[in-house]
Each structure stands twice: as structure tokens, then as C-alpha cells.
């Protein structure tokens, strides 16, 4: 008896009305694997609901059955037709092709039987995956007029702006993010604040973005330049820039909702955007010859973000400089250079190394052990479900038998993986990590090498070091 895997996925509520809903997939299913000896765990049933099928990383079950089968928890996957796996004939052959060569699992479309070592059936399915493609680009395009037309007509295409609520498909106010969006505007038109002290102001307030994040400066910039907040609707087809705010092929038109600010504001608004030059920059390249050989590896503890040059020989959060962090500590450089030389040093005369971020190689043996044992529990959990659904009747003893020797045979085979794998070597890192900080330790010494010889080669023995504004402390993680 095999272990299959279940893939539902519905992404309207046409295809539900046309039979694609999940109950009725997860039926169909069901009596499939009934007649083909195939043994369908619920814990193996993924659904993805109300997702398209044109991008695999945009579905979350999908991505999850993916991690699943790599840890090799069942034989085939079965899915209603070939369109619910993926409408992306890319995706569909580098997924399945990974799943057949490196797993030995099979997609199976219970409503297009193919032998998958058949010539003939190779074609027919590449043929399956060309029209579900098709089917899905000329989906796509048809509702991309249909956005147009609706857009042309005022009516709402995306999810509402901060200041608005949805109802009946229409934009409503806010009463208390109204009076937020009447704030920025006017703290940056008429009082003449920075939007990163903006962002700080409303931050202390506890407002939060549609999103549930702290503002930013950023997010005041888009604020900003939302035409909304004067009753227009803004439409970029194909957008890929969020803050392109010059894109010739972005449409506005007059919208059905009620005006937060008015035109006056906007206009005031809007010109002095255009006078303001910091947005307008182009992009920074990377800097080769940093000020400190520290560029990079301190960060704010508090928000994660990188502590970036303040007065040229301190750092502060970068952070707190665009507004959503309450960090406004500085660290002298040179202080930071002593504070990590001596942690530098105590880590090689005692040893003392409380974090170790895994590297790749490590990672992936550590997983791997950490998988096989996590698997083995879940087979503890199986023996007791299959039991307890032979005491209450669901199984009979035959069926309850059959689980049972499934579970012992998978049972057999982790514990002999298991023993072939290796534990994570925590003790040889340590030793590495105090062998290369010696060598470390010299450079960082030696004042006739450069800063940015000496950025390079902390970065390879230091992973990141967290500030602590509340202890005044460092905390290091080794590579």
C-alpha cells in the first residue's frame, strides 16, 4: 500500500460552481485512492483556497507539500486534474520533474489517468499543462480589461487605501485613520516636519499601517502621493514599482468615495515633493572603501535593522532614522572597535561563544537529523490514531492490520536512517570558530591593514552583533 499525498486547490467561486469546489476534489480523491490501494493520511491533505495556480511560491500548502515530500513522508500525490497542481507548464515540469528524480513521487490526476512511463502519456500531459497555461494567460487578460473598464468607471481594484474601509465594493472613511492622514499632510505642507519625524509622531501615537506595521518614512512618501485622499483613483496595469509614481502608463480617474483632504492641501502638498531632491536620487553603489571596518555588522537589537554611520565617528540605528524605531542610542565607532576585539579575545581564552549561526552544510545535516527524529514521532502519533479508530469502529481489524505494518515497515526504515546520519557538531564549530578568531584577532590588530581587508575578514568569522540600547551591551553570533 502506497502513502499518498492530497493537493486541493480553488482559486473562484466560478470554479466552484463549475465542480472544482475542495469537498467535492477531496471526495473524488478519496475514491480513487480507495480502489488504487493508496493510503491518504489527513495530515498529508493540502489546500490552497482562493489562490491562482500561475505561481507555485505564492501557495503556501503547495510550497509546504513540497517540503513535506523532500522529507520523503509519502509515495504519490494525487490531485483532481493537472490544473489544480499549476497553471504554469515552468512550474509544473520543474516540480514534478523534482519530485519523480529525486523523490520517486508521481503526480497523478485522478480525472486524466496517464501511465506515467508512457510515451503517448508524456505528451498528452505536456498537452494538459500547454492549455491550462493558455487557459490561465487568457484569464488573466480578460480580467485585466475587465479591472480596466471597472477603473474607467471609478469603481475600486485594489485593497483600501489607510484612511478608508471597503463596503459593497466601495471605499468608506476611517473616522480614526482620516484623522491621521489629515495629520501627515498637513505636519509635512503646512508645519514642515521631515517624514521620518512623521512616521515617529504617529508610531508614538500606536497607529499601525492596514498592515499592522509601524510607519515609516516611506510610508508617509506613499501617503503622500496618493491621489485617493482627494477622491481619484489611481490604476498602473502591469505595476511593478509601488512608488513609480511617474509611470506614463498609470491612469486616475474620479473615484465614488468621499475626499479626506482638499485639493488646496494636495497642490501644497505635491509641490513641495517636487522640490524635494532625496527621493529623486538614483540608486547608491555599494561603498568599496567603508569608513569603519565595522560597516554592516552591528545591528539595533530593538528592530533588527543595521546601526549606519551618524556625525561621522558614531552609529546609530538606521532604523530609528527612518522612523519606526524608538532606538535613538549612538555608539562611538572606536568603542565598537575595543568592544569587539575584546569579545574577540575572551572568546579565544575561554571559549565563550553563546551563538552560532549554522552554515549551509551544517544546516542541512542538522535538519536532516532533526527531521528523521521529528518523523518518528509522528509515527508514535499514527500507531495511536490507527488504534483508536479500530476501539471506536471506523476501521476493521483487517484495515487496522494493514495500517499497522505500513507504520512498522516506515518505522524500520527512519530508524536505520537516523542511525546513518550524523549529529550536529556543535564542538568542532566551537573549536573552528576560536582557531579563526585567533588569526582575526591579529588583523584587527595590525594598523597597516585596511579597512576594508579588515571588513572582509571579521564578516567571514562574525555572522552579526546586536546592540542592546537597553544593557548598553554586544551580543555576537559567529559564523
Given at each position: 500500500?502506497?502513502?499518498?499525498?492530497?493537493?486541493?486547490?480553488v482559486?473562484?467561486?466560478?470554479?466552484?460552481?463549475?465542480?472544482?469546489s475542495?469537498?467535492?476534489?477531496?471526495?473524488?480523491?478519496?475514491?480513487?485512492?480507495s480502489?488504487?490501494?493508496?493510503?491518504?493520511?489527513?495530515?498529508?491533505?493540502?489546500?490552497?483556497?482562493?489562490?491562482?495556480?500561475?505561481?507555485?511560491k505564492?501557495r503556501?500548502?503547495?510550497m509546504?507539500?513540497?517540503?513535506?515530500?523532500?522529507?520523503?513522508?509519502?509515495?504519490?500525490?494525487?490531485?483532481?486534474?493537472?490544473?489544480?497542481?499549476?497553471?504554469?507548464?515552468?512550474?509544473?515540469?520543474?516540480?514534478?520533474?523534482?519530485?519523480?528524480?529525486?523523490?520517486?513521487?508521481?503526480?497523478?490526476?485522478?480525472?486524466?489517468?496517464?501511465?506515467?512511463?508512457?510515451?503517448?502519456?508524456?505528451?498528452?500531459?505536456?498537452?494538459f499543462?500547454?492549455?491550462?497555461?493558455?487557459?490561465?494567460?487568457?484569464?488573466?487578460?480578460?480580467?485585466?480589461?475587465?479591472?480596466?473598464?471597472?477603473?474607467?468607471?471609478?469603481?475600486?481594484?485594489?485593497?483600501?487605501?489607510?484612511?478608508?474601509?471597503?463596503?459593497?465594493?466601495?471605499?468608506?472613511?476611517?473616522?480614526?485613520?482620516?484623522?491621521?492622514?489629515?495629520?501627515?499632510?498637513?505636519?509635512?505642507?503646512?508645519?514642515?516636519?521631515?517624514?521620518?519625524?512623521?512616521?515617529?509622531?504617529?508610531?508614538?501615537?500606536?497607529?499601525?499601517?492596514?498592515r499592522?506595521?509601524?510607519?515609516?518614512?516611506?510610508?508617509?512618501?506613499?501617503?503622500?502621493?496618493?491621489p485617493?485622499?482627494?477622491?481619484?483613483?489611481?490604476?498602473?496595469?502591469?505595476?511593478?514599482?509601488?512608488?513609480?509614481?511617474?509611470?506614463?502608463?498609470?491612469?486616475?480617474?474620479?473615484?465614488?468615495?468621499?475626499?479626506?483632504?482638499?485639493?488646496?492641501?494636495?497642490?501644497?502638498?505635491?509641490?513641495?515633493?517636487?522640490?524635494?531632491?532625496?527621493?529623486?536620487?538614483?540608486?547608491?553603489?555599494?561603498?568599496?572603501?567603508?569608513?569603519?571596518?565595522?560597516?554592516?555588522?552591528?545591528?539595533?537589537?530593538e528592530?533588527?535593522?543595521?546601526?549606519?554611520?551618524?556625525?561621522?565617528?558614531?552609529?546609530?540605528?538606521?532604523?530609528?532614522?527612518?522612523?519606526?524605531?524608538s532606538?535613538?542610542?549612538?555608539?562611538?565607532?572606536?568603542e565598537i572597535?575595543?568592544?569587539?576585539?575584546?569579545?574577540?579575545?575572551?572568546?579565544?581564552?575561554?571559549?565563550?561563544?553563546?551563538?552560532?549561526v549554522?552554515?549551509?552544510?551544517?544546516?542541512?545535516e542538522?535538519?536532516?537529523?532533526?527531521?528523521?527524529?521529528?518523523?518518528?514521532?509522528?509515527?508514535?502519533?499514527?500507531?495511536?490514531?490507527?488504534?483508536?479508530?479500530?476501539?471506536?469502529?471506523?476501521?476493521?481489524?483487517?484495515?487496522?492490520?494493514?495500517?499497522?505494518?505500513?507504520?512498522?515497515?516506515?518505522?524500520?526504515?527512519?530508524?536505520?536512517?537516523?542511525?546513518?546520519t550524523?549529529?550536529?557538531?556543535?564542538?568542532?564549530?566551537?573549536?573552528?570558530?576560536?582557531?579563526?578568531?585567533?588569526?582575526?584577532y591579529?588583523?584587527?590588530?595590525?594598523?597597516?591593514?585596511?579597512?576594508?581587508?579588515?571588513?572582509e575578514?571579521?564578516?567571514?568569522?562574525?555572522?552579526?552583533?546586536?546592540?542592546?540600547?537597553?544593557?548598553?551591551?554586544?551580543?555576537?553570533?559567529?559564523?
Open positions: 500500500m502506497k502513502i499518498g499525498a492530497v493537493y486541493r486547490r482559486s473562484t467561486d466560478e470554479q466552484a460552481r463549475e465542480g472544482y475542495l469537498s467535492a476534489q477531496l471526495k473524488a480523491i478519496k475514491k480513487y485512492a480502489e488504487h490501494d493508496i493510503f491518504i493520511d489527513p495530515q498529508y491533505i493540502f489546500t490552497d483556497e482562493g489562490i491562482s495556480g500561475r505561481k507555485a505564492t503556501p500548502a503547495f509546504e507539500m513540497i517540503k513535506q515530500a523532500k522529507a520523503k513522508k509519502f509515495d504519490v500525490i494525487l490531485v483532481h486534474k493537472f490544473d489544480r497542481f499549476s497553471r504554469n507548464r515552468e512550474d509544473s515540469v520543474v516540480y514534478k520533474s523534482l519530485l519523480k528524480k529525486e523523490y520517486g513521487i508521481n503526480v497523478i490526476s485522478i480525472s486524466e489517468p496517464l501511465d506515467p512511463d508512457d510515451k503517448i502519456s508524456v505528451i498528452l500531459e505536456a498537452f499543462e500547454a492549455f491550462a497555461e493558455y487557459y490561465s494567460l487568457n484569464l488573466s487578460s480578460e480580467v485585466k480589461k475587465g479591472q480596466l473598464e471597472k477603473h474607467s468607471e471609478g469603481e475600486l481594484q485594489t485593497n483600501p487605501s489607510f484612511g478608508y474601509n471597503v463596503e459593497d465594493n466601495k471605499l468608506v472613511i476611517n473616522s480614526e485613520e482620516t484623522e491621521i492622514v489629515k495629520l501627515i499632510f498637513e505636519q509635512y505642507a503646512i508645519d514642515n516636519l521631515p517624514m521620518m519625524e512623521i512616521a515617529r509622531n504617529i508610531n508614538k501615537l500606536g497607529i499601525k499601517t492596514k499592522g506595521n509601524k510607519f515609516e518614512n516611506r510610508t508617509i512618501y506613499y501617503i503622500l502621493n496618493n485617493v485622499y482627494i477622491g481619484k483613483l489611481r490604476y498602473t496595469p502591469g505595476r511593478r514599482d509601488a512608488y513609480n509614481f511617474d509611470d506614463p502608463n498609470t491612469i486616475i480617474t474620479n473615484g465614488k468615495h468621499t475626499p479626506i483632504i482638499s485639493n488646496e492641501l494636495w497642490d501644497m502638498t505635491q509641490t513641495k515633493l517636487t522640490k524635494n531632491n532625496k527621493w529623486k536620487k538614483p540608486k547608491q553603489h555599494i561603498d568599496s572603501n567603508p569608513k569603519h571596518w565595522t560597516k554592516g555588522l552591528i545591528r539595533c537589537k528592530c533588527g535593522c543595521t546601526m549606519v554611520t551618524c556625525n561621522k565617528t558614531k552609529l546609530r540605528c538606521n532604523g530609528y532614522n527612518k522612523g519606526k524605531c532606538n535613538s542610542s549612538t555608539l562611538s565607532i572606536e572597535y575595543q568592544l569587539v576585539i575584546n569579545t574577540i579575545k575572551d572568546t579565544i581564552n575561554n571559549g565563550t561563544i553563546n551563538h552560532i549554522p552554515n549551509k552544510k551544517e544546516k542541512k542538522t535538519d536532516k537529523y532533526s527531521i528523521i527524529k521529528h518523523q518518528l514521532e509522528q509515527i508514535k502519533d499514527k500507531e495511536k490514531r490507527i488504534k483508536e479508530a479500530y476501539r471506536d469502529g471506523i476501521d476493521t481489524l483487517e484495515e487496522y492490520k494493514e495500517n499497522k505494518d505500513i507504520l512498522a515497515k516506515e518505522k524500520e526504515r527512519l530508524t536505520k536512517e537516523l542511525n546513518n550524523e549529529k550536529p557538531k556543535a564542538e568542532t564549530r566551537k573549536h573552528e570558530i576560536i582557531e579563526n578568531g585567533k588569526k582575526v591579529e588583523i584587527l590588530n595590525n594598523e597597516n591593514i585596511s579597512l576594508k581587508e579588515k571588513n575578514i571579521v564578516h567571514i568569522l562574525i555572522n552579526k552583533i546586536e546592540f542592546d540600547s537597553n544593557t548598553n551591551t554586544l551580543e555576537v553570533y559567529y559564523n
